[in-house]
């Protein structure tokens, strides 16, 4: 009994006490226009992403999300922006994100309409800064500036 308290205390530690780790994409359409999502929890726009599934891979849980997201395929991941850690970084809970660029094709519309109320490709120079969600401006900043960031 003692053994299995300890168990199940060890576990309970590892999914309340650790950071959660998801997938952040910027996907990019063939015309250079990113898309956005619109979050139906806060009504912010943001980029699409979520957590990574036990048995996933990241290139797998970011095609997932995608789709999910915006309907968009994704072709091909262009580069790695960064992985993002800051425990204030997602309102939500502690979560480390590992932001992606992506190559997408497809017509953006809102597939889960519990998490997203819209789904829109922009213009870079469109895009909605200064007030996107969790530290997406940071995600794209860092994005247009080409840099790797690990923070």
């Keep these: 009994m003692r053994g299995t308290w300890r168990f199940i205390s060890t576990v309970i530690g590892i999914i309340f006490r650790h950071p ?3 997938t952040t994409i910027i996907p990019v359409l063939p015309d250079g226009r990113i898309v956005l999502v ?3 929890d806060n009504k912010k726009w943001g980029l699409p992403g979520g957590i990574i599934d036990w048995g ?3 290139p797998h849980a970011a095609k997932r999300e995608l789709k999910e997201e915006t309907g968009l ?3 091909k991941i262009l580069r790695l922006v960064g992985v993002y850690s800051a425990p ?3 309102p939500r809970l502690h979560s480390i994100s590992v932001v992606i660029e992506a190559q997408v094709t497809g017509v953006p519309v809102a597939e889960d309409k519990l ?3 819209q789904v829109k490709a922009f213009a870079p120079e469109e895009l909605p800064r200064g007030n996107l969600c969790h530290d997406h401006d940071l995600h ?3 994005y247009f500036n080409g840099t790797t960031t690990v923070s």
């Design 20 to 22: 959660i780790t998801g």
């Design 38 to 40: 619109q979050r139906s």
């Design 56 to 58: 996933e891979d990241i």
């Design 73 to 75: 395929d994704m072709v």
């Design 88 to 90: 204030d970084r997602d």
């Design 115 to 117: 998490e997203v109320l």
């Design 140 to 142: 794209l900043n860092d």
